[in-house]
């Protein structure tokens, strides 16, 4: 694998700061060259001072500003006109100070340069100019000085070309690293998605996608420590499909699974967010209302057990279903056995008052009935 893969990068921050980078050499230049002025006019030899600003430092100027206006207008090179800027600084900083033969280094420029991309092609785009810039130097500016002799021009030669080729190595070790990167993280991703899915269907019922019993007595129990510390009030409703066993035994299982897919979804749209619904066991649901005051827990309980009436089912010949519904406030030193007791017998209520209607039970042990059972 290669790092041509990442040929879609765009590294538009790193490219602003490359070529700051770039006026900041220009800087770095014109300050040596006045520390360079000072120290010769402290030893009084005023014919060695070199002017701060040339034409050579004008020049060296205008064309980063031609890199800057390329960089600004032709956006989907602007990686490679970085390292044509980088080649271009190089060649006018060797053509401005040509006896200084340590600056010849500076051609090795756009081979690190083009490391920051992590591309062999950018790679071998910096070795390119890098080589092209040399050739050009040979033979415009060096070969007019004494100091550049042939075995080291050559030996320069041949320096660009491996640092070249280091280049291109580093970028196969980054290639490697990249790959290993990517497997761990597909990997860890792979593991973190399975143990979401896992803690899902360890929570939820697989038939209706409701949370379970065992899920639904964590939160409960959550719930009461949370309201016995804030003084917060919640209540519990348990629903209880009529009559299911006669739609088992006349209808199939598979008819009474489509049933209770369906009651199950009228509850995931019917409660809130911040309600808790839960498939207790069978053809029973539970149901706690955690923001909303009991009376307006008794309207949405209401709401449910009207909008189920009314659905008809297919596979029960487009007959509908009913529900009964026990409905029991928690108040501050209930026990979650005492909240279950009392939903329960609300439920049984239901029940014995012919189905189809919701009753709340009441402390006193007297259960009201609301309201009158759907005909």
Request: aromatic residues 10%; negative net charge; charged residues 20%.
């Amino acid at each position: 694998m290669s790092f041509d893969l990442l040929q879609n990068v765009h590294l538009p921050r790193w490219n602003r700061r490359l070529l700051t980078g770039f006026w900041g050499i220009v800087g770095l230049s014109v300050l040596l060259t006045a520390i360079f002025d000072a120290v010769v006019w402290l030893q009084g030899s005023s014919s060695d001072i070199v002017p701060i600003i040339s034409v050579n430092t004008l020049r060296i100027c205008a064309s980063l500003l031609l890199v800057e206006a390329l960089h600004a207008f032709l956006k989907p090179w602007q990686d490679y006109i970085v390292l044509f800027g980088a080649a271009l600084l190089a060649v006018n900083l060797i053509i401005s100070f040509p006896l200084t033969s340590p600056l010849l280094t500076t051609l090795y420029l756009p081979i690190m340069v083009s490391v920051f991309y992590f591309q062999r092609r950018k790679v071998v785009f910096g070795l390119l100019i890098s080589l092209l810039s040399f050739i050009y130097l040979y033979a415009g500016q060096m070969t007019q000085y004494s100091i550049y002799q042939l075995n080291e021009l050559l030996a320069m030669l041949g320096a660009l070309i491996v640092g070249g080729a280091v280049a291109l190595g580093i970028v196969s070790r980054g290639a490697e690293l990249l790959k290993f990167l990517r497997n761990a993280l597909a990997s860890e991703q792979e593991l973190r998605i399975q143990n979401i899915l896992m803690d899902k269907l360890s929570k939820t019922d697989a038939l209706t996608e409701l949370y379970n019993h065992m899920s639904f007595h964590e939160y409960l129990d959550e719930l009461i420590l949370h309201g016995e510390k804030h003084h917060l009030d919640f209540t519990l409703a348990v629903l209880d499909i009529d009559r299911f066993k006669k739609v088992n035994d006349t209808y199939g299982h598979r008819a009474g699974d489509a049933v209770l897919k369906r009651v199950a979804s009228v509850l995931r749209d019917m409660v809130s967010p911040n309600d808790f619904a839960a498939r207790y066991g069978g053809e029973e649901f539970a149901v706690l209302f955690t923001d909303t005051s009991p009376e307006s827990a008794v309207e949405q309980a209401e709401h449910i057990r009207k909008s189920i009436a009314l659905m008809k089912h297919p596979e029960l010949d487009y007959q509908p279903v009913t529900i009964s519904i026990g409905i029991h406030s928690y108040e501050q030193g209930c026990r979650k056995e005492e909240l279950f007791i009392g939903a329960d017998e609300a439920l049984y209520e239901a029940k014995r008052n012919g189905r189809n209607q919701t009753v709340v039970y009441n402390e006193s042990d007297q259960h009201k009935k609301r309201p009158s059972p759907t005909k």
